[in-house]
């Protein structure tokens, strides 16, 4: 099963985008633009998504309801907190993973800076849970242990915190979506994005934000005008990707089954090599993006990047990690750090 993701900023032109991917075999529409854009699709309502998962989630946390003396709830008065849209946009794709089968899956995106926070979110999930929330439900296990000698003297008695653990099989779909986001063979991106002279800087770092967040570009549509040598560069800029360029939409629906059938090929997103003197050289996949637009340092055992507000870690080979690193920059379409 293949994933196909689309984004852009103008929202006739993803919404005509998607419906042209969706065409070219078996697919499912899955629409997280949250607007209802695609007629047909499986779309993502974040407050009827959360109606229907307070109920059991309430279940799990009625010990501490009662014991923090709050009442519960009614599912109608949630509140969508910050990051929450974004956590229950991730449960619905999950549901749609697994009910597609075989079938190619069409996702429609939000907006390009939401839709990269929301991917590298997915991306880093697991490894949330397993450095952040499983170590805070430890912790609040030792706690009701030392506290359960006390119990009789403090008239406290601390809940049972298992219920507040993420379930095996939801840990299990979130890793499987996190391989096939970063896998180029199983997942692919196309980009619906205006063609202005205005809109160039933002295009590119657009793009670079989404192999940041661990997509590869297979397909961009620029729509509107541009001067050829500006355009020749684009082409030039973001290979192997296609590039389909289109004055109005008549031009679109006519050259777009052509253009989806183009055969796309992946790149390897992170390599690991050595120079002729032994120096080990980490590089990373960040095509259109200068070294002074980046932000990079070592923390622990994973190199960490950062572009405006998107941050991602990439893990560290073994021979780096008693290395210091001695240099970095930007060839060749990628990011390469090197240690010593």
């Not at 103008?10 to 529409?29: D, V």
């Not at 075989?102 to 839709?115: F, H, I, N, R, S």
């Not at 912790?139 to 095996?168: F, M, Y």
């Not at 991106?189 to 202005?196: K, R, V």
Request: hydrophobic share 40%; charged share 20%; net charge negative.
């Amino acid at each position: 099963m293949r994933l196909l993701l689309i984004s852009g900023d103008a929202p006739l032109q993803t919404q005509l985008l998607a419906e042209a991917a969706a065409s070219q075999g078996h697919s499912r529409l899955v629409d997280l633009s949250g607007d209802s854009l695609l007629p047909g699709a499986d779309h993502f309502d974040p407050l009827q998504e959360l109606e229907q998962r307070w109920p059991p989630l309430r279940q799990s946390l009625a010990s501490w309801l009662e014991f923090l003396q709050l009442q519960a709830p009614q599912s109608h008065q949630l509140p969508l907190l910050p990051g929450l849209e974004d956590v229950l946009r991730s449960l619905f794709l999950v549901d749609r993973l697994k009910a597609a089968g075989d079938d190619k899956l069409v996702v429609l995106l939000p907006p390009c800076g939401q839709a990269q926070r929301f991917l590298q979110g997915l991306v880093s999930s697991t490894d949330l849970v397993q450095q952040v929330y499983e170590p805070l439900m430890e912790r609040l296990a030792q706690l009701k242990d030392t506290v359960g000698r006390l119990e009789g003297l403090l008239n406290l008695r601390l809940p049972d915190s298992s219920g507040l653990a993420v379930p095996e099989a939801l840990l299990e779909d979130l890793e499987l979506l996190r391989t096939r986001l970063i896998d180029p063979t199983a997942c692919e991106l196309q980009l619906a994005m205006p063609a202005g002279q205005a809109e160039q800087p933002l295009l590119a770092r657009r793009i670079a934000g989404f192999y940041l967040s661990g997509v590869q570009l297979s397909r961009l549509w620029l729509h509107g005008p541009i001067a050829p040598e500006l355009l020749a560069e684009h082409q030039e800029r973001w290979q192997p990707s296609h590039l389909l360029h289109t004055l109005d939409l008549p031009a679109f629906h006519a050259t777009s089954p052509t253009w989806q059938a183009l055969p796309w090929q992946g790149e390897e997103a992170i390599e690991h090599t050595s120079d002729p003197d032994g120096t080990a050289v980490t590089s990373v996949l960040l095509p259109g993006l200068s070294r002074d637009q980046l932000q990079v340092q070592r923390v622990g055992q994973s190199l960490q990047v950062r572009l405006g507000p998107l941050r991602r870690g990439y893990p560290l080979p073994s021979n780096c990690l008693d290395r210091a690193p001695c240099g970095a920059k930007v060839a060749d379409r990628r990011l390469e750090v090197r240690f010593r």
